[in-house]
């Protein structure tokens, strides 16, 4: 299968931000947007805080909009205080999860294999599917380590075994600095990720897995990454807060 046919994601992380009634506006604003010429034809899934996630699924119940958990814990209960399971994010409607984001690897210590118990767990529950995050600091870019870091993290995510995943791509040093990876960059860590899943999945697998960028996104380049050959999408943070920013996005990658 070619990148051509895979259908672009864009999905929104609004990572520790908004409250009940900030979330509900947005939503509706982005339904109305959505519901405007000209046709989008790309996927669109939001990431909210634990907290939101009834008002963003209520919000966009009967809607193509997909809601996501930010994180999960591998195990489906127990004496865990402050996490989440897979079933329970399922239950309160959410249809993706993040797995492994920068921000979890760095602020929590997640290693790559907790990371791999995350996916694994995500993959047990067929109504989730896992964004798996991977991506190298701006130190193992500078020593050259960057293709290394990347089948490190991605062969422990993919250990377990999963089903269905989507993978996205966030080099540590864009994000949240303003500064992105130009498109070239980007697509040579894409199109090694997407060689690595060949090797491991085989062609089939590999091929309808979409590859998202993430790093500092913006509407002012959303057009010239997306129009490399393995960039299916993009991972929004700081943009995805504000609902136009983000349409404008979805409607270069669509």
């Known amino acids: 299968m070619s990148a051509e046919r895979r259908r672009p994601l864009i999905a929104a992380n609004w990572k520790m931000n908004l409250l009940k009634a900030d979330a509900a506006e947005y939503c509706r604003d982005l339904r109305r947007g959505l519901a405007a010429p000209p046709e989008v034809d790309a996927r669109v899934v ?3 805080s634990f907290p939101l996630i009834p ?10 909009v997909e809601v996501g958990g930010q994180d999960l814990h591998p195990e489906e209960r ?10 329970q994010l399922a239950d309160a409607g959410c249809a993706w999860v ?5 921000e979890r690897r760095q602020n929590h210590g997640e290693s790559d294999e907790w990371v ?5 767990a995500a993959a047990r529950h067929r109504q989730l599917t896992p964004l798996i995050c991977v991506g190298e600091t701006g130190l193992e870019r500078k020593e050259g380590r960057t293709l290394e870091v990347l089948e490190r993290q991605l062969l422990a995510a993919l250990a377990g075994g999963p089903g269905p995943f989507a993978l ?3 080099p540590v040093w864009a994000i949240g600095t303003g500064e992105t990876a130009t498109p070239e960059i980007a697509q040579e860590a894409h199109r090694y990720l997407r060689q690595r899943m060949v090797e491991e999945l085989g062609e089939v697998a590999a091929a309808v897995a979409p590859i998202l960028y993430g790093g500092s996104v913006t509407p002012d380049n959303a057009a010239g990454l997306i129009a490399q050959p393995d960039i299916d999408g993009f991972l929004v943070g700081g943009a995805s807060l504000d609902p136009q920013k983000f349409l404008a996005i ?5």
């Not at 008002?55 to 193509?64: G, K, M, N, Q, T």
């Not at 791999?116 to 694994?120: I, P, T």
């Open 46 to 48: 939001i990431f909210p």
């Open 98 to 102: 993040l797995c492994g984001h920068s």
């Open 55 to 64: 008002v963003v699924a209520r919000e966009l119940v009967d809607s193509e």
């Open 116 to 120: 791999g118990l995350k996916v694994a």
């Open 78 to 87: 127990g004496a865990h205080t402050g996490d989440v399971s897979a079933p």
């Open 250 to 254: 979805i409607r270069c990658s669509g």
């Open 168 to 170: 996205a791509y966030e």
